[in-house]
């Protein structure tokens, strides 16, 4: 099956520009611009509108009246599947990973303004019970005769993945158009692998020169790189494609997480205050800060070489910022 032919509903506000940051390219020694994916707009904006608009045109079709779907408190795909519903006449419910908080700050804040269900999991008990809790949720909605829709983690599935299939054809195009050659590089942050997935397959069609790199922003029991090769894999049969990833095929930089998903790093807080400083982008401490950080710590050691171009997937993210304002303002202490 042809991209084109894959159900679709329009969503994000998009083709997204690309930004050059000339200020950021010449500190760091690359040629550095970013896909400005924080601009998609709907529901607060951010990577997962372009999966959504494949996984909600499936959800539409199938009659859905209950949208359900998980991560992490500060979960930008949470809090987009929640406006998504909305749109579309549907009750969210997001499992979130976390105790209930005595505040609601950031996206957490917008879940409730979309008014979905929310249902926090001990984060100890996450991993074990989160497919059971959704299965929970779904069959509670079919007892009322309400089909159930379940969005897995990251919108992380061969359909999911098109979003970004459909991203690198748009980069593809846009690149065209101004005369620029593809970069060596394509970065984005690697939280469930969805992106990624998308990313490596729409390079095979539109950039087969350039190299994907996932910046790992949490911890995985099952290795991204086997993880994503199988969504890819997955994904190529969906559009009748030939190619096929092993692990081998999947670069993921594991040493920029930090403490831990969520909680943010000394690296990515210096990122963000860099970004900040020099482009007046802004950047989160669970997502891309992370994964800015990759890119200059890449850079330090040479595995993203001095002089190359590279390509960064901003993903959004700028409502996680406020809930950790006490500690990217510690610097004013005293």
Same mark, same amino acid.
């Given at each position: 099956?042809?991209?084109? @032919?894959?159900?679709?509903?329009?969503?994000?506000? +998009?083709?997204?520009?690309?930004?050059?940051?000339?200020? /950021?390219?010449?500190?760091?020694?690359?040629? +550095?611009?970013?896909?400005?994916?924080?601009?998609?707009?709907?529901?607060?904006?951010?990577?997962?509108?372009?999966?959504? &608009? =494949?996984?909600?045109?499936?959800? !539409?079709?199938?009659?859905? %009246?209950?949208?359900?779907?998980?991560?992490?408190?500060? *979960?930008?795909?949470?809090?987009?599947?929640?406006?998504?519903?909305?749109?579309?006449?549907?009750?969210?419910?997001?499992? /979130?990973?976390? $105790?209930?908080?005595?505040?609601?700050?950031?996206?957490? +804040?917008?879940?409730? +303004?979309?008014?979905?269900?929310?249902?926090?999991?001990?984060?100890?008990?996450?991993?074990? &019970?989160? $497919?059971?809790?959704?299965?929970?949720?779904?069959?509670?909605?079919?007892?009322?005769?309400?089909?159930?829709?379940?969005?897995?983690?990251?919108?992380? *599935? @061969?359909?999911?993945?098109?979003?970004?299939?459909?991203?690198?054809?748009?980069?593809?195009?846009?690149?065209?158009?101004?005369?620029?050659?593809?970069?060596?590089?394509?970065?984005?942050?690697?939280?469930?692998?969805?992106?990624?997935?998308?990313?490596?397959?729409?390079? *095979?069609?539109?950039?087969?020169?350039? &190299?994907?790199?996932?910046?790992?922003?949490?911890?995985?029991?099952?290795?991204?790189?086997?993880?994503?090769?199988?969504?890819?894999?997955?994904?190529? &049969?969906? /559009?009748? /494609?030939?190619?096929?990833?092993?692990?081998?095929?999947?670069?993921?930089? $594991?040493?920029?997480?930090?403490?831990?998903?969520?909680?943010? *790093?000394?690296?990515? $807080?210096?990122?963000? %205050?860099? @970004?900040?400083?020099?482009?007046?982008?802004?950047?989160?401490?669970? =997502?891309?800060?992370?994964?800015?950080?990759?890119?200059?710590? #890449?850079?330090?050691?040479?595995?993203?070489?001095?002089?190359?171009? !590279?390509?960064?997937?901003? #993903?959004?993210?700028?409502?996680?910022?406020?809930?950790?304002?006490?500690?990217?303002?510690?610097?004013?202490?005293?």
């Amino acid at each position: 099956m042809k991209l084109e @032919a894959i159900p679709r509903l329009s969503l994000g506000y +998009l083709p997204t520009p690309i930004e050059k940051m000339e200020r /950021l390219s010449a500190e760091l020694g690359i040629t +550095l611009s970013v896909k400005r994916d924080d601009f998609t707009g709907f529901g607060g904006g951010g990577n997962k509108v372009r999966k959504l &608009e =494949y996984l909600m045109a499936d959800a !539409v079709a199938q009659g859905v %009246k209950v949208l359900i779907t998980t991560g992490g408190h500060q *979960s930008n795909h949470a809090r987009m599947t929640a406006a998504a519903a909305r749109k579309y006449g549907m009750k969210p419910i997001l499992v /979130l990973r976390g $105790n209930r908080p005595d505040l609601y700050q950031g996206n957490l +804040l917008l879940d409730h +303004l979309f008014g979905a269900e929310i249902d926090f999991l001990d984060p100890d008990a996450y991993f074990t &019970e989160i $497919n059971p809790r959704m299965a929970h949720h779904a069959a509670e909605a079919e007892a009322r005769d309400e089909k159930a829709y379940i969005i897995p983690l990251g919108g992380a *599935s @061969a359909l999911g993945a098109m979003g970004y299939v459909n991203a690198v054809k748009e980069l593809s195009e846009q690149y065209a158009a101004a005369g620029t050659p593809a970069p060596r590089y394509l970065v984005a942050p690697v939280g469930s692998g969805g992106t990624l997935a998308g990313l490596h397959i729409g390079c *095979s069609l539109y950039w087969p020169e350039t &190299e994907v790199v996932g910046i790992a922003v949490t911890g995985s029991a099952v290795p991204f790189s086997e993880r994503i090769a199988v969504m890819a894999n997955a994904g190529a &049969e969906l /559009l009748d /494609l030939e190619k096929r990833w092993t692990a081998d095929d999947i670069r993921i930089e $594991n040493d920029y997480i930090g403490p831990g998903y969520s909680i943010p *790093s000394d690296a990515g $807080n210096a990122a963000i %205050k860099l @970004a900040g400083n020099r482009e007046g982008m802004l950047l989160d401490p669970v =997502y891309t800060g992370k994964a800015f950080a990759g890119i200059i710590g #890449c850079v330090e050691k040479g595995s993203i070489e001095k002089g190359s171009s !590279v390509l960064f997937i901003h #993903c959004g993210g700028s409502p996680a910022l406020f809930p950790y304002a006490g500690l990217l303002t510690s610097d004013l202490a005293g």
